[in-house]
């Protein structure tokens, strides 16, 4: 059975629009294998943005609820990662136990933090910002109680340093790694999203969680649940970008927190597919104006915001609510 | 006399009275009553900081907006004066002209911010002022010609202000004034206005008032306060940088002051401000003592290390926006 919501046009400007800004910049950078090394980094770095920021615009679209300490799930996970990755000697073999460290830290963080500070100010915005912004001061501070002040290494095994050469063009391994995770888990997510009972509820309480609720689904449990996979994605985010960076403070969270903020605002608050395009945007224009115009590339996110948003004010794929 | 300077706002509990009494006449006598450099400084933050935390509490407490980018007013203003100073001669007409770009470039940046994110909701405006003030951070470290980058901009000052105590009375007399001037603005029927969008907005537009307008202007009000005090701070400091002005943690300070002390009064600000800036200045001494104290039991003296000073005053805020939501002044005007 089909119903009008999936059978609604898929809207495809907004993937023209990023294929667009990579001939664009081709045009400008001329090198073709300059273009390619900095496509696949801003691929590497939207991807990476898109892994933190998915689990963010879900929680929001399905509860109405901004958690502004996401943060700090993604500075938990890299310390985690940092921890074991230092304790299994930093091989190859310690990737995984690393990751899937990060992962159950930051998720089992995520559900002590929707308990405790969240769910008492279900549906009061202010309240909600304030508290989950005292939150992060606290866990911020927990976080230098435990693992010091300093910075921590957080170094790449072997086989991941380096780049493969094609050609005239180098391609780093870990920028490699990094896209085919990041793709993997759109795909992941897509799918679940689109394929199973779970997902169709996820997607229905996005829509509309009153008539969820009253078909007798419990949205509050499913809402639990989103927000414990979204920190953990958070969590996996934190310990590839700490990776990707080679080390690992705890302004790493705020710092990642306003690109997240600006790629969520431009997909449109609540949709995964805008937060997937919107974080590629994002890594693409970040790259391409950092080689062609560092000066001004610290401006080109807000730029790109401000241009998506008075073109579509509502983001690049508007969800019904507000 | 004292109803109409206070806009007919009065504290309303005893207690609230005694305490603003001792905080103001402390400060009004500070040189002559806690000699010396560092409470002195001490006190100059006292007044500057309930200043900036009062024009916040215009936008949170008042109007209901949670605004990250304060700091950056706050900035303009520290850096209006600097690089005034820095460029031209020690003179007050270069503060003058320095104060005066800065409260334009203020006005017009918080009126377009405002114009552009206040029609939606709540959130929207929290996450992109957040992404705004980070972006006027890093453009301020940047730009180092103008700026002075990380470092920052040390400057001289007119020969009467070099004088510590003629600085502290500048600091405290345009600080007093400003305060004043808020307290009028909230209890105006403008004031009201903001309050009726707070609580309700859609009954406030059913009444036939434009909240976006309203809010608009709140937040140019409050961003114009903002740079008064970042002027002012540049002035004590003789100096401006990031870290002093435009770093978020100052942001995450204005927040604990203003829950702390207490959402939607004037008053909250002058408490909450005054007992930070002292926790800020001597709460670590105390807790290098039962860090020290400490010693040998597991954790203990890591959670009471001098540093984790704000570990405390984060708990203190999540507990008061549960338990307190009206803070410190709502306390004591409840059990008056």
Known sequence: MKNAISEARFDFVPLALMAAVALAALAFI???????????????????????????????????V???????????GAYVAASVMKAMGGTLAGLAPAMLAAMLAAGLLGLAFERVIIKPVYGQHLKQILITTGGMIVAEQLIHVIWGPDLLPLARPEALRGAFLLGDVALEKY?????????????????????????????????????????GYRVR?????????????????????????????????????????????????????????????VGLVANYTGYLAPKVALGSNIALMVLVLLWRPQGLYPVGKS | MIRALLSGDLPRSRMLSVFLIAIFVSLAAAPYLFPGTRSLDVAARVCVFVLLVASYDLLLGYTGIVSFAHTMFFG????????????????WAAIGVGVLAALAVSAALSFVIGLFSLRVRAIFFAMITLAVASFFAILASQL??????????????????????????LVFGIATVMFLVLLRVVNSPFGRVLLAIRENEFRAEALGYRTVTYRTIANCLGALAASVAGALYALWLRYTGPNTTLDFAI???ILLMVVIGGMGTMYGAV???????????????????????????????????????????????????????RGIVGQLRRGR
């Open chain 2, 76 to 91: 303009i203003g520290g850096y209006g004066v600097g690089i005034a100073l820095a460029r031209l001669e020690p003179s």
């Open chain 2, 271 to 325: 408490i909450g401000a005054t007992l930070f800036v002292i926790a800020q200045n001597y709460l670590q001494d105390a807790m290098k003592m039962i860090s020290e104290a400490t010693k040998g039991i597991p954790l203990l003296p890591d959670l009471f290390h001098p540093d984790r000073w704000l570990l405390w005053l984060g708990v203190l805020f999540v507990l008061s926006i549960y338990y307190f939501p």
């Open chain 2, 251 to 253: 942001m995450i300070d």
């Open chain 1, 221 to 281: 449990r499913l809402f639990v649940g989103v927000f414990v996979a979204g920190s953990a994605l958070a969590g996996l985010g934190g310990a590839m970008w700490g990776m990707y960076q080679e080390a690992v403070t705890v302004a790493i969270g705020a710092q990642m927190m306003v690109l997240i903020f600006i790629v969520i605002i431009i997909g449109g608050l609540g949709s995964v597919t805008g937060c997937f395009v919107g974080a590629i945007l």
């Open chain 1, 66 to 76: 901004m958690n502004f300490a996401h943060g700090l799930f993604i500075a938990l």
């Open chain 1, 30 to 64: 001329r090198t073709p294998s300059t273009w390619v090394t900095l496509t696949v980094a801003g691929l590497a770095m939207g991807l990476l943005i898109f892994i933190m920021a998915s689990g963010l615009t879900l929680v929001f679209g399905l509860m109405d």
């Open chain 2, 144 to 169: 180092s010609d103008l700026t002075g980058g990380e470092d920052g901009l040390t400057f001289r000052v007119p020969e009467l202000l070099r004088t510590r105590v003629n600085a502290y009375y």
């Open chain 1, 175 to 215: 920028r490699i790694a990094s896209v085919s995770v990041g793709l993997a888990l759109f795909v992941a997510l897509a799918v679940v999203l689109n394929r199973t009972r779970i997902g169709l509820l996820i997607r229905a309480g996005v829509e509309n969680g009153e008539m969820v609720e009253a078909m």
